[in-house]
């Protein structure tokens, strides 16, 4: 995703962040950098670690260890409103009695800025957030996609160092949230700050970032852009948890996974059809699916797993279910990484 005025952002560092609670570690030795300008995704399952992770940066939960740093600068003891960050919740929180303009306004009267900025500053956002024409109007006479818009423009107002987003468009229908995906990044091309971004959505975190970072058990098991998280994931469960994967166990070593993703498998009912390059191994075929845009074919592996391979175009095998198949793949589409931890 491009970026404009990147020189506005602000650089986010965490370094060994930790969070112990009574009975759990929700944090655990956590150190990342988010560059100057960067829209950068927290994904994972829920109890992951995301959403404390960004409370500690917003200053809404205190760190047992580790350092948060602004520009070099560190915040840990800074109270969460003295931060200039931005903050953004699923649940909109605005003021049903305030028109849009108002709730919009409210930061600034909060920083007691003059009433002709204050103006200027409203329309600018209100613009910035599509929604100049609904300033007059109450949060009760607007669509949820306008007032989630309206909690993003009141956050922005104030021209914070980082905007951080935590699961914003979480309670919206499908189609609402990828429309409002699409005004996300425009947003962000537009302003030039830094985003920070919570979710358990897969879909959404590579539809919005620039990078990624997967938490697990309150850690982080790899950081990158989309496409090195979906073509080499470092660990099975980067593997399993972005997109579809084949893991087929013991085929190259003991106590290692070969994991390969769906579109880069290959079914054939016989030996002779197999290219001559590529790795083998018989399966059964369990179901197919006409998906419109391909094939869809659920497969039994050897270990007594399931797998999946997907055919962009016609179907490429004639195997039936319950049937043998031999699958197929080149060696540079497989990802080998250790499973000596597997259950």
Do not use: C
């Not at 059964?284 to 074919?297: A, C, D, E, F």
């Amino acid at each position: 995703m491009s970026r404009d005025n990147t020189d506005r952002g602000t650089q986010i560092r965490l370094s060994g962040v930790t969070k112990h609670y009574p009975k759990s570690v929700a944090v655990d030795n956590v150190s990342l950098t988010v560059e100057p300008g960067e829209f950068m995704t927290f994904l994972g399952p829920s109890g992951s670690g995301k959403t404390t992770t960004l409370n500690l940066i917003a200053g809404f939960t205190d760190l047992t260890s580790g350092s948060v740093e602004l520009d070099g600068r560190r915040i840990d003891d800074v109270p969460a409103h003295k931060r200039g960050l931005g903050v953004v919740f699923q649940h909109y929180a605005l003021f049903p009695h305030m028109t849009v303009a108002d709730n919009v306004a409210y930061p600034l009267r909060r920083r007691k800025v003059g009433k002709a900025e204050e103006r200027r500053l409203v329309a600018a956002s209100l613009e910035t957030a599509g929604l100049s024409r609904f300033a007059d109007r109450y949060p009760a006479q607007l669509s949820g996609g306008q007032q989630q818009r309206v909690a993003l423009a009141r956050a922005l107002v104030f021209d914070p160092q980082a905007l951080l987003l935590d699961e914003p468009l979480g309670a919206l229908d499908k189609q609402l949230r990828e429309r409002l995906q699409l005004e996300l990044r425009r947003i962000h091309r537009e302003v030039g700050r830094t985003f920070v971004f919570v979710t358990h959505d897969q879909e959404e975190a590579l539809t919005l970032s620039d990078r990624i970072a997967i938490f697990n058990e309150g850690r982080i098991e790899q950081v990158g852009t989309a496409a090195e998280l979906y073509e080499r994931p470092q660990s099975l469960f980067v593997a399993s948890f972005i997109g579809e994967s084949t893991i087929l166990r013991g085929v190259e070593g003991e106590h290692t996974a070969t994991v390969v993703r769906p579109e880069k498998l290959e079914l054939h009912a016989s030996v002779d059809n197999v290219p001559d390059a590529h790795a083998r191994v018989q399966v059964r075929l369990l179901q197919s699916v006409y998906l419109g845009s391909g094939w869809k074919h659920e497969i039994g592996l050897p270990d007594g797993s399931t797998g999946v391979v997907r055919d962009a175009g016609e179907r490429s095998t004639s195997s039936r279910p319950g049937e043998s198949a031999l699958l197929s793949w080149h060696p540079e589409h497989a990802v080998i990484l250790d499973d000596s931890n597997a259950a």
